[in-house]
Every structure is written in structure tokens, then in C-alpha cells.
């Protein structure tokens, strides 16, 4: 049975890139054939059952290694054979190395400090003793790559230079342009990377390397990075909820359901401003929680459609009427209805289109009814489609009602339950009780701006309030909202 799988997998595989994380459409690692010496920097990370992956910074593999003595995070410098025998690793096969030695090894970004003997203080804090300074100025930031010697008792321990170049550090998304990887950062720029790791197209990244002025190795023209390291890093658009002297807190609506992020700089936005953030992150086990040096720049999100291409840029028209020019359009038609996040820019047409959103996602749609139940430590669940998912972002956990929702099928969700996350970002009950004008479900204080502007302009209501059924206000039974059920409104409110 394992073989016939293990063929299955072989069989589906896509060999331009491995998926670490994802879901379906597992992958085995390539390339990197049977036979092929390697002899690479790279990092340890978790597979199964106690056997370990290595990841090169060269972007073959990974492979499952035995490596004693060494832990998940670890960056090493791995000599071996890869030889044919897969290891089952979060239900993908991975090739293995046969390895003849694991050493431990730095690559990353630091201040080169010329004491009596040359000293790296690292960007994650330690410090080292270096083989050499390069000819390097003091107070240089440097990016040094190689093999780690323990230091004599009370010494630091001692990088034996293999490369030491300027620092170069970025932070962007990876995106797959004709055959190039490339780091797309805020300002549009486009940085070719030698080493992709183990991240996918789409993703969020912090990578340190060396910027090489020569870029024709690479299979695109522009800027280049070499050697460089991947770390994940945390780029979406959302609200400031908070603002306190040590930091802020964003409620990130790309990420529809994640706890809110600690953002370390809030720039010079307030509570309730839509922000692009993008910085290096940490992350817990439902994603990430917290940014630091972060980036934020105005953002974008809204419901609308795909309404033609013009120049080769899609144009996205959102539910209030507004035209946008898209950097990147996704997966998505002209006609399709989508959900659509990004940084707001000015743009060049500027008076014909009401702004460019670049570094944007596009998310097609679900509207419908959906009924949510209990999922123990999946809860909620709802059933959209006919298909079970992990509902994140409803405003309360309210089970066994029907909600109509609008929103976004996530394929890949942070969290430990099998079911894919389904993403709402606006929702209504069905049947909204009377009184509730917000239909969140509960009758509250909240639903008086709602009743007020049912009372005042039906269409402003259906508007602010699309999932809900003006109906609610409804007190004396006539069919409509008016002065009349004011007096029912405001006994309901405070509990008869
Ligand atoms: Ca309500
Ligand atoms: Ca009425």
C-alpha cells in the first residue's frame, strides 16, 4: 500500500518546486537527483517521527537527514550523498542524504566589530569571533557565511569565513517570474534571489544575502541576491485596533480569523486606519502574532469584480464604484467576483482610475447560507458547498443557526484541524431576531446605528448592512421601518 501511494505522489508531482506545508498536491523533493554529492549551507527543520529535514540555501531539496546533535532552526554546513530512499515527512516524501558530515554553520547578517580580535555581533544577538575581517571598516554591516568552531572556554565561538560580503537585507513577496524567483517589495522592485529555501510563490519573506553586481547568472534581469537566507515574514493588510506606547495591534483581514498581530510600528496611523504591514515575524502555532520593523503603508481591501485587462493590468471595480489598476491579478478572470487586498498607491492614470493597489491579493468569493456547529477544537465548523470548512472571522460562535456569509476559501488554515479555512469577512444570521440590525446575532446597544439609518435611508442600510434583512426593525408588523416602531426599538434595547 505505501508503494502504490508513494508512486501515486511520484506520479502527481509537480518537480519545479516542493510544498512543505500545503495540502493537497503533495510533492517529493527535487531536484537533487539520486547520486548527486552535496555539499551546502543550509538549516534543520522538523520532519516526523524523530528523523530531521535539511534545507539548503542553494535551493535543492530538502532532505531528510540524520543529524545528531543537532536541532530544528540550526544552520549547518552538510557534506553527502543523495541516495534513493524517501522519508515520509508531514505526508510528503522527501529524499534522503547519505550524510558523511553535519557541521555547525553561520549565515546571516551582523555588525563587524574590530577589536583586538574581529567579532561579528549577529543580527539574532550572539556573537563571534570571525576568521577574518575582509578588509572591512569597523561598524560595517556585514553578511558572513560559514563553518562555526567551538571557541576555548570564555571565548566566543569562531566562524571560519567562507564568504564575507556588505549586508543586504529585504523583505517582500516571493513571486515566480518566467523562470526567476523574485523578492517583490514595496516600492515594485523586483530582486532575483539565488535561494528560495523551502518558501512558496506567494508567500512573505525576510531574506539576508549578498547583492551581487552582476546579475547575468540569474534567468532575469534587474537586481540579484546571492547566498541569501529565508526566514517567514508576515505581509497582509487589516486594521489598527490599539495603539499603546510599546506597539499596536492589527485585526489583518487577508487573514481572515487570525488573532490580531502585534505591530511594532504603527508609522503615523490611527485606530481604524487600513494598513499594509510587512515585516519580519514571529509565529505561533495559528500564525503569525507578532511584527517587528515592520513596514506600513495605506491599504486596501473590498469586494467587487475583475472588470477588464488595460495595458496588461487587470482593473478591478469594488462595490462602491471605485477603479483600481491590480500589480497582480491572481488566479482570477475578467468577471470574476473577488475579494481583493493590497497597498494603495496613486496612480499614474490618476484621475481616470481612483488608485493602484500593488503587493495584492485577489480571492474569489463565496456568498451564500452556511450552517455552523460545534467542531470541538475546530469549532466552528460550517458547511458551505456542500463541504465541511473551518470557519474563521464570524462575529460570534453562535451554533446550530445559519448564517449567510460573504467571504474567501482559504486552501491552506493555521490551524491543527483537517478541514480548509473559509475566510469571512462579512456575515449576517439568516433569520436576524427582532431588534438585531446588525445581525450579529444578539440584540446590543451596537444595533442602534443600524436601526437609525434603516429609519432614515433604506438604501444606506442595505448598503452599510448587505447581509442583512432590514426587516428586523420591523416592530408594529407593517412591513416596513418607521417612526412607528421606534418605541419598540428603543424597549427592546433596553430589555422591555
Ligand atoms: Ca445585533
Ligand atoms: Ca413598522
Known sequence: MWSQLLIAIILSTDPSHHTLHGQAGAAIASPGGVGEEVRAFGRIEPCTLGATLFIPDDSRGPFSVVAPGFEPGDQVFVTGTVVPVAQLCDQIFILALDVDGVEPAFAGCGTLMKTARPRLLADDG???????????????????????????????????????????????????????????????????????????????????????????????????????????????????????????????NIVVGFAPIAVENPGGFDVGDEVFVLGPATFGINGPVGVSENQILPGYSGFGAITGIVGGRARFEDDAGRVFALQSQGDAGVGDRVFVTGILGDSAAAGVLDGELTLNTVNQTFFGESFVQLGFECSPLGELDGQLWTIRGLPSATFNTTWIVEGVKRTACPTLCPFACFGVTRAGVLKPERGDMNCDGVVSISDI??????????????????????????????????????????DRIVGD
Open 449 to 490: 446605528n443600524g436601526f437609525v439609518l434603516a429609519l432614515t435611508d433604506a438604501d444606506e442600510y442595505a448598503a452599510v448592512f448587505p447581509l442583512c434583512n432590514i426587516i428586523a426593525g420591523d416592530f408594529n408588523g407593517n412591513g416596513q421601518v418607521g417612526v412607528t416602531d421606534i418605541n419598540g426599538f428603543v
Open 126 to 252: 550572539r556573537t563571534f569571533l570571525v576568521s577574518t575581517a575582509g578588509g572591512f571598516p569597523n561598524g560595517a554591516e556585514l553578511f558572513v557565511r560559514g563553518i562555526v568552531t567551538p571557541g576555548k572556554p570564555g571565548e566566543d565561538p569562531m566562524i571560519e569565513v567562507e564568504t564575507i560580503d556588505a549586508c543586504f537585507s529585504a523583505t517582500g513577496r516571493l513571486e515566480q517570474v518566467g523562470g526567476c524567483s523574485v523578492l517583490r517589495t514595496t516600492d515594485g522592485q523586483g530582486i532575483a534571489l539565488e535561494n528560495t529555501s523551502d518558501a512558496l510563490p506567494g508567500s512573505f519573506i525576510e531574506t539576508k544575502g549578498v547583492a551581487l553586481e552582476d546579475c547575468s547568472g540569474f534567468p532575469c534581469v534587474g537586481s540579484c541576491v546571492a547566498k541569501n537566507t529565508i526566514a517567514s515574514a508576515f505581509g497582509g493588510v487589516g486594521r489598527l485596533t490599539e495603539i499603546t506606547p510599546t506597539g499596536s495591534q492589527l485585526d489583518p
